[in-house]
């Protein structure tokens, strides 16, 4: 052995098993970050080509500076970030567990000569040789998925999607994935490698690389059974441990509640209404003058799925029961029956509201809202004769370009009342939802039968149901990703903590302890880190979702309001809890596989 360095190599195939997780972390890392930058490529190439059918040529300044491309990086940029934290915090608590249960190693290094600066290269040399196995493993992963996701939006989802490249290579993603593999492991590295050149040869000989000399008192056991009050005393007595652990677990949350507002700005930036329509036809005066029979002859139409149609008053002189004084003008919106079902379906109405007093003939009716609306559900607005009462408000003003009232009031009624409000039984706006296999030939007959007095928009070429689902697909997928991040987390933080602690285990089950109660223990130990990294995970979490929502929502559609998210806080603190218990049962049945003496032993 011509260098101390030589070991390394040898030390990953005695090792090997124990290296399995450190490995898959790499390969995690490498892989999410090759296909982020892949797919950010694959849709740069994919605008760059209906770019160039629509103008002919581009310039490269032309390409950075188009919009599309910079949010398909920037998208990217933080998306490389937050795997870099993420990457970082699993690397190191796998790489922590491999020190702690090799402290005799490095105290025999110690003991021959080794110093601890020769240590701290050791680990981290160490860590980047398993870099040439997974390294390469994640970048094929990444290019293979990333062909997976182009397929599937090309043949699947479809629309512009259509122009999405097939089986090509990303340099930019290859590049990526490496650069992400050596930087995280190189920054992972660091803490444990530290961490490996403070054991010293007492230390290794003792078997226990525990510091416990800051343990003043003794575990509390007046509230708690003796193995449950040892478990949190292990957990709260080391601080800078207790920090990490909990941190792991924080940052879960705080990622699952961050993309949990893309997910609400997707739908903010890409409506998918029931009540969309493919092709509308409108009086070309704006008003109600489309004979109501059309709506029939339309229906029966090949190509047709539903057809429906409002009605509409603009400016109309009404009365508030605020005061009893005489309002600016108001408009009236007729809504027949599958119009008023999609506001329910579509959840676009405000808590309280109560839909099921406006359908047929009656005095109750809706009103759209933003944050400086006059009105509440209950109000009265007068109406002629015709007294009216709010039984619910829209979230927001589906009539306005940007979803605000702008100091406008907008009612809307069922076709029944509005008729007998207005007196007029035609329509100003006819709206037909299309079958998904209909052809230009259908919208051609159906454009023949429509009189030359109305305007004819065909709408279908402006679906964002492809754009919507791709984009929900790849945030739920990160989603997912951040899940199986919490699971190697904790299961990666768990058993670092056994680790280090293996030898006072086996002298605790020397002593009379049994199998369950040393479970016990563990278990008490892993909820402490749980809760207290719930705790943390919400604060910072509920502080950043608001802070992406001012800045992403609000910012740009003001009529939106931030709630606490209640859901997805108990589906993650739900999962963080599960994963817990299932964490539970690795270093469990390791201590239970050890005999007494070979555990007071292990190093």
């Given at each position: 052995?011509?260098?101390?360095?030589?070991?390394?190599?040898?030390?990953?195939?005695?090792?090997?098993?124990?290296?399995?997780?450190?490995?898959?972390?790499?390969?995690?890392?490498?892989?999410?970050?090759?296909?982020?930058?892949?797919?950010?490529?694959m849709?740069?190439?994919?605008?760059?080509?209906?770019?160039?059918?629509?103008?002919?040529?581009?310039?490269l300044?032309?390409?950075?500076?188009?919009?599309?491309?910079?949010?398909?990086?920037?998208?990217?940029?933080?998306?490389?970030?937050?795997?870099?934290?993420?990457?970082?915090?699993?690397i190191?608590?796998?790489?922590?567990?491999?020190?702690?249960?090799?402290?005799?190693?490095f105290?025999?290094?110690?003991?021959?000569?080794m110093?601890?600066?020769?240590i701290?290269?050791?680990?981290?040399?160490?860590?980047?040789?398993?870099?040439?196995?997974?390294?390469?493993i994640?970048?094929?992963?990444?290019?293979v998925?990333?062909?997976?996701?182009?397929?599937a939006?090309?043949?699947?989802?479809?629309?512009?999607?259509?122009?999405i490249?097939?089986?090509?290579?990303?340099?930019?993603?290859?590049?990526?994935?490496?650069?992400?593999?050596?930087?995280?492991?190189?920054?992972?590295?660091?803490s444990?490698?530290?961490r490996?050149?403070?054991?010293?040869?007492?230390?290794?000989v003792?078997?226990?690389?525990?510091?416990?000399?800051?343990?003043q008192?003794?575990?509390?056991?007046?509230?708690?059974?003796?193995?449950?009050?040892?478990?949190i005393?292990?957990?709260?007595?080391?601080?800078?441990?207790?920090?990490?652990?909990?941190?792991?677990?924080?940052?879960?949350?705080?990622?699952?509640?961050?993309?949990?507002v893309?997910?609400?700005?997707?739908?903010?930036?890409?409506?998918?209404?029931?009540?969309?329509?493919?092709?509308?036809?409108?009086?070309?005066?704006?008003?109600?003058s489309?004979?109501?029979?059309?709506?029939?002859?339309?229906?029966?139409?090949?190509?047709?799925?539903?057809?429906?149609?409002?009605?509409?008053?603009?400016?109309?002189?009404?009365?508030l029961?605020?005061?009893?004084?005489?309002?600016?003008?108001?408009?009236?919106?007729?809504?027949?029956?599958?119009?008023?079902?999609s506001?329910?379906?579509?959840?676009?109405?405000?808590?309280?509201?109560d839909?099921?007093?406006?359908?047929?003939?009656?005095?109750y009716?809706?009103?759209?809202?933003?944050?400086?609306?006059?009105?509440?559900?209950?109000?009265?607005?007068?109406i002629?004769?015709?007294?009216?009462?709010?039984?619910?408000?829209?979230?927001?003003?589906?009539f306005?370009?940007?979803g605000?009232?702008?100091?406008?009031?907008?009612?809307?009624?069922?076709?029944?009342?509005?008729?007998?409000?207005?007196?007029?039984?035609?329509?100003?706006?006819?709206?037909v939802?299309?079958?998904?296999?209909?052809?230009?030939?259908?919208?051609?007959?159906?454009?023949?039968?429509?009189?030359?007095?109305?305007?004819?928009?065909?709408?279908?070429?402006?679906?964002?149901?492809?754009?919507?689902?791709?984009?929900?697909?790849?945030?739920?997928?990160?989603?997912?990703?951040i899940?199986?991040v919490t699971?190697?987390?904790?299961?990666?933080?768990?058993s670092?903590?056994?680790?280090?602690?293996?030898?006072?285990y086996?002298?605790m089950?020397a002593?009379?302890?049994?199998?369950?109660?040393?479970?016990?223990?563990?278990?008490?130990?892993?909820?402490?880190?749980?809760?207290?990294?719930?705790?943390?995970?919400?604060?910072?979490g509920?502080?950043?979702?608001?802070?992406?929502?001012?800045?992403?929502?609000t910012?740009?559609?003001?009529?939106?309001v931030?709630?606490?998210?209640v859901?997805?806080?108990?589906?993650i603190?739900?999962?963080?809890?599960?994963?817990?218990?299932?964490?539970?049962?690795?270093?469990?049945?390791?201590?239970?596989?050890?005999?007494?003496?070979?555990?007071?032993?292990?190093?």
């Amino acid at each position: 052995m011509k260098s101390y360095l030589s070991l390394i190599p040898i030390s990953a195939k005695v090792h090997r098993r124990q290296n399995r997780m450190t490995l898959l972390c790499i390969i995690f890392a490498v892989f999410l970050v090759t296909a982020v930058f892949s797919m950010a490529e694959m849709g740069v190439r994919m605008e760059t080509t209906r770019l160039l059918d629509k103008h002919g040529s581009l310039t490269l300044q032309e390409m950075s500076s188009n919009a599309t491309v910079q949010t398909f990086y920037s998208i990217a940029a933080v998306l490389f970030l937050l795997i870099l934290i993420a990457g970082v915090l699993m690397i190191s608590s796998s790489i922590n567990s491999n020190v702690a249960q090799r402290t005799k190693f490095f105290g025999m290094m110690r003991c021959i000569g080794m110093s601890r600066q020769q240590i701290v290269r050791f680990v981290r040399l160490e860590a980047l040789n398993w870099c040439k196995t997974a390294i390469p493993i994640g970048v094929i992963l990444g290019i293979v998925i990333t062909w997976g996701i182009c397929a599937a939006l090309r043949f699947f989802v479809g629309g512009e999607f259509s122009d999405i490249p097939l089986f090509q290579i990303s340099t930019i993603g290859i590049l990526s994935g490496i650069i992400m593999g050596v930087v995280t492991v190189l920054i992972a590295a660091s803490s444990p490698a530290k961490r490996a050149a403070k054991v010293s040869p007492i230390t290794a000989v003792s078997g226990n690389s525990e510091d416990t000399n800051n343990i003043q008192h003794a575990a509390h056991s007046r509230f708690f059974k003796i193995e449950t009050a040892l478990g949190i005393h292990h957990a709260l007595s080391i601080k800078k441990n207790l920090m990490l652990m909990t941190s792991s677990f924080a940052l879960s949350i705080i990622l699952f509640l961050s993309f949990s507002v893309f997910i609400e700005f997707i739908g903010y930036l890409m409506p998918q209404s029931s009540n969309t329509s493919d092709i509308n036809i409108s009086s070309n005066d704006g008003s109600n003058s489309i004979d109501s029979q059309l709506l029939d002859v339309i229906s029966g139409m090949q190509g047709v799925e539903r057809v429906f149609g409002r009605r509409s008053k603009f400016d109309i002189p009404a009365e508030l029961n605020k005061g009893n004084l005489l309002s600016s003008t108001i408009d009236i919106i007729s809504y027949d029956e599958f119009d008023l079902n999609s506001l329910i379906k579509d959840k676009q109405l405000r808590k309280g509201s109560d839909i099921s007093e406006v359908y047929g003939d009656s005095n109750y009716v809706l009103t759209t809202w933003d944050k400086d609306s006059p009105l509440k559900i209950g109000d009265k607005i007068r109406i002629g004769n015709e007294e009216l009462e709010i039984a619910g408000m829209l979230k927001n003003d589906p009539f306005s370009s940007d979803g605000s009232t702008n100091g406008k009031i907008t009612i809307i009624t069922s076709g029944e009342t509005f008729a007998r409000l207005t007196g007029l039984t035609d329509y100003s706006l006819i709206m037909v939802q299309t079958t998904r296999d209909a052809t230009d030939e259908d919208v051609a007959a159906i454009r023949k039968v429509v009189s030359e007095e109305y305007a004819f928009s065909d709408r279908r070429d402006q679906r964002t149901t492809s754009t919507y689902i791709a984009f929900l697909f790849f945030v739920y997928g990160f989603l997912a990703i951040i899940t199986l991040v919490t699971v190697l987390n904790i299961v990666n933080s768990l058993s670092m903590s056994v680790s280090s602690r293996i030898k006072q285990y086996g002298v605790m089950r020397a002593v009379g302890m049994d199998e369950h109660q040393l479970t016990k223990m563990i278990a008490a130990e892993a909820f402490t880190y749980a809760l207290s990294g719930c705790i943390v995970g919400c604060v910072v979490g509920l502080s950043l979702s608001k802070l992406l929502y001012d800045n992403l929502i609000t910012a740009h559609f003001n009529y939106a309001v931030w709630d606490i998210p209640v859901i997805p806080i108990m589906i993650i603190i739900l999962f963080v809890f599960v994963a817990a218990s299932a964490a539970i049962y690795i270093p469990s049945k390791r201590i239970r596989n050890i005999s007494v003496s070979e555990t007071i032993n292990q190093l």
